[in-house]
């Protein structure tokens, strides 16, 4: 299915694994554009580079040579011959990100990779912030999920244990927000729901229900785009 679907929203929505599993189902490319924003604070803070230089970090941007090689657990993330996918879901990470994010020199110079990945043959899945609004505006699907604070922060809480980071709560509901706080309010395009997204609240769904939903409405638009 030659599809561009669009997937935005706060962190911990469950946007990497709902489009994982819909790029599955849907037998096309899936591209987690955090990790892109991830690969560089790690980057940037490995050279110890200082976050607090926009062009810096706009130049090391460039230099970046992000690869995503498919996996059948989960997307492998290198970064100049180096499989960074664990490395940059550490939560010093998670902490940075969203300030290196707001940059718009950073932001103006990871736009190309962006745009070429959406563009692959065969379709491709998006998962996001500004995916819907400025990387794929013109997306056949665009789904904003969302879901409460609290159960956001669970939901991440429970990864990061499971993944062997000793954590409290009420520490991953703070970042959690303070990120959230950063993305909405950044200059350059903020996190918000695309006038044309179909908004979702997953605090009373599954993974399951989410992805049945979101490959619906995939099959409604390919439908009515062959009709057409
Ligand atoms: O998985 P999680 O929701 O924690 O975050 P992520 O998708 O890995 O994104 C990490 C950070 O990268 C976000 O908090 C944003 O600051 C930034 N980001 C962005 O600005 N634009 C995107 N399209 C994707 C991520």
Redesign the pocket.
Known sequence: MAIQVAI??????G??TVARSVARQLQVAYV???????SL?WEALRRGVSLDSERTLGDLAVELKIEFIPNDEQQKVWVRGEDLTEA??MPVI?AN??????YPLV?ERLLAI?RTLAEGAGGVV??????GT??MPHADVKVFLTASAGVRAKR?YDELVEQGHALELPQVLEE?ED??R??QS?QV?P?RPAADAVVLDTSPLSVEEVCAMVVALCEIRSRNKEGR
Do not use: F
């Open positions: 935005d929203g706060p962190a911990g929505a946007k990497s987690d554009t955090g990790a892109i924003y991830r604070t940059i879901r998670s990100v969203a300030k290196v994010a707001a932001r962006q998006m998962d996001g912030r500004d995916i400025r990387i991440r959690l990120r959230d950063t993305d950044r395009a996190l």
